[in-house]
């Protein structure tokens, strides 16, 4: 889609740093310019470079368009705020994850999608915050329909569907979250909290025998629960 040839000032609606999640999407993704050298691929390629290498608080728009070597103006030709950086990464890793080829073992559907999901957000620790949002890029929604095309076609409708598909996203989501952020703490606090726990065995005795604030074999879980999921749901 060509965009108009005016270009939004820095200090005006263009030049905001906040925004609405997902709107860059309803508004029919970023603009394009054909006299700049600049492109939202470079944009979006440059943020996630950042992001993983310094957290979503690191990202402004004018340390992204340093990086670039370009001005701030210059770079709001192409997006509006920050948000839009953020929904552009974020849908752009989801292209990492490839789409299974259909079998006629649902489950194993399911399980190859959502372990490469998993892998993808545990790449990009910042994604799986972010990932309350409204997914309406291209990649997101094709990964979802996947998802839901698979179930659909192992017999699940109506509300067991719905439950099914947020269930298996929130699970994916949930516990990337939770291992990225529990990974980026400093090991002496994971060493402490664990020994909090022990500590206060009479208050907490189930966590304390378990070790649940200790180390954990992460993709052991993961792959657990997930098959705990998969066997409650069976097939309709």
Known sequence: MEASSSRPQAGGRGGATGG?????WLRGGPRVYRDSTLTAARITAEAIKLLDTEGVSRLTMRRLA?????????????VKTKDDVLDLALDAIFEEVSLPEPSDRWDDDVR??????????????????????????PNVLMRTEFLQATL????????VLASATHGLANFVIGSAATQSTWQLTAPEMQSSADAHVR??????????ATHHLGEQDWDDLFRRGLEYMLAGLGAP
């Not at 500590?199 to 304390?208: I, Q, R, T």
Request: hydrophobic letters at 55%; proline letters at 6%.
């Open 20 to 24: 609405i999640a997902g709107e860059i």
């Open 66 to 78: 340093e990086r670039l070597e370009a001005g701030p103006t210059t770079l709001y030709w192409h």
């Open 112 to 137: 190859a999608l959502v372990l490469q999901w998993r892998a993808t957000m545990l790449r990009h620790p910042w994604a799986a915050a972010l990932l309350g949002r409204p997914l309406l890029g």
């Open 152 to 159: 659909i076609r192992a017999g699940f409708e109506g509300a």
């Open 199 to 208: 500590a206060h065995a009479d208050l907490y005795p189930a966590l304390a």
